[in-house]
């Protein structure tokens, strides 16, 4: 593994904002020293979700994953730091909640799932590699919603103003 600082997605699904997760999730990222630069709360669109999950749309399950990602509002997320998606992908956790480890995001937080029924409600989205990352990353978030950590970092906040 090299030094690499890079960006990943994640998206707290419908079931994770409705059970009241988000706060525990970021806790998560936080302290395993990844730094949020993005981040929403919305409503996603049938469209949105269609393009997002286009990878799954052969998929049998695709139209019910669309549908249930319209249910409710979603939290999608940009974090970024040294080997972001890597170190997320190991805190999320395997996508069927049968498989999840104990101590992962969705080992402790998914409900259900299993590779008989993917549509379980396993909490967490996050992108399985950088590119993947830069899709998701451009198709939720405008580049003036994404913060440069370098850029904010040369301002105090608490400074007073000249004026």
């Avoid at 997002?52 to 319209?70: E, G, I, Q, T, W």
Wanted: a neutral charge; glycine letters at 8%; aromatic letters at 10%.
């Amino acid at each position: 593994m090299s030094d690499i600082r890079e960006r990943t997605f994640i998206m707290i699904k419908p079931d994770g904002v409705h059970r009241a997760l988000v706060g525990k999730i970021i806790k998560r990222f936080e302290n395993k020293g990844l730094k949020l630069v993005a981040l929403k709360f919305i409503w996603g669109k049938e469209d949105m979700f269609k393009k997002h999950y286009a990878d799954l749309s052969n998929r049998k399950f695709f139209p019910h994953l669309v549908k249930y990602m319209c249910r409710g509002p979603v939290v999608p997320m940009v974090w970024e730091g040294l080997h972001a998606v890597e170190i997320s992908r190991v805190l999320l956790g395997q996508t069927c909640s049968e498989e999840c480890e104990p101590g992962t995001i969705r080992g402790d937080f998914s409900i259900q799932g299993n590779r008989n029924h993917p549509m379980g409600r396993n909490v967490i989205h996050g992108s399985d590699s950088v590119e993947s990352a830069k899709r998701e990353i451009d198709l939720w978030f405008t580049k003036d919603e994404v913060v440069d950590w370098k850029s904010a970092m040369h301002t105090w906040i608490y400074e007073e103003d000249d004026d």
